[in-house]
């Protein structure tokens, strides 16, 4: 499971010494905005829904998660009801948790594919310089009243693991509504995001986790 929740910090860490030079291109205005807006972004609390696909599976997996971003960059994700899969900041250490081992455990946060990983849960760290570096970009077809971007890796390598993703927003409030990935092996996973909402109290205290074994 994690290897699959690391898919999109594949997504996101595709230049590994692999891509193509950048060019002078500009992502598409939607996909800008946003960036802008996610660098004050305010602390919130964030629900969604997962639905994987892949040939060997006769019917969609679906789960439920939540997610939790904080102003100062710390951070919890969780999937699962109750939680099967769960990936903590708490600003110096990346920890992440899971149902099979019961244990926590302390993930790399200097390899690259772990940073970007963190900076799209994060976005904050996210550049329009560093996206056309590694993918090539254009508008998805409207769904009112969503605007779509396509990101499809310029890198060979990535793009036998990942086609593409797509991201889907609510341009009138500057916010992620859906991410759709297609991997290389015919599977898929789409990502549903609710509004953010404002941490109460008891939000306030999921970070830091337990100390790391």
């Not at 800008?32 to 696909?53: I, P, Q, Y």
């Not at 997610?67 to 699962?80: C, I, K, L, Q």
């Not at 250490?93 to 970007?116: F, H, I, P, V, Y």
């Not at 990502?191 to 790391?212: C, H, I, L, Q, Y």
Request: glycine share 8%.
């Amino acid at each position: 499971m994690m290897n699959r929740l690391l898919l999109t910090g594949t997504l996101w860490g595709c230049g590994l010494g692999c891509a193509l030079a950048g060019s002078a291109a500009e992502v598409p205005g939607v996909l800008g905005d946003w960036l802008a807006a996610r660098k004050h972004a305010a602390d919130v609390r964030v629900e969604f829904h997962t639905t994987k696909s892949m040939p060997a599976l006769k019917e969609p997996v679906k789960a439920a998660g939540r997610f939790w971003s904080y102003a100062d960059g710390r951070f919890r994700w969780e999937t699962g009801t109750p939680a099967t899969l769960v990936l903590v900041y708490d600003g110096a250490t990346l920890q992440s948790w899971d149902a099979t081992s019961k244990q926590w455990r302390k993930l790399d946060t200097n390899s690259r594919s772990m940073g970007l990983w963190m900076d799209f849960l994060d976005a904050r760290n996210l550049t329009e310089a560093g996206l056309l570096k590694d993918f090539e970009i254009r508008e998805a077809a409207e769904t009112k009243p969503l605007t779509g971007v396509i990101l499809e890796p310029k890198s060979a390598r990535v793009r036998r693991d990942l086609k593409q993703i797509e991201l889907r927003f609510n341009a009138g409030e500057q916010r992620l509504v859906q991410m759709h990935i297609q991997q290389g092996d015919g599977g898929s996973q789409t990502m549903d995001f609710s509004a953010p909402g404002r941490m109460t109290a008891e939000d306030r205290t999921v970070v830091p986790p337990p100390a790391a074994n």
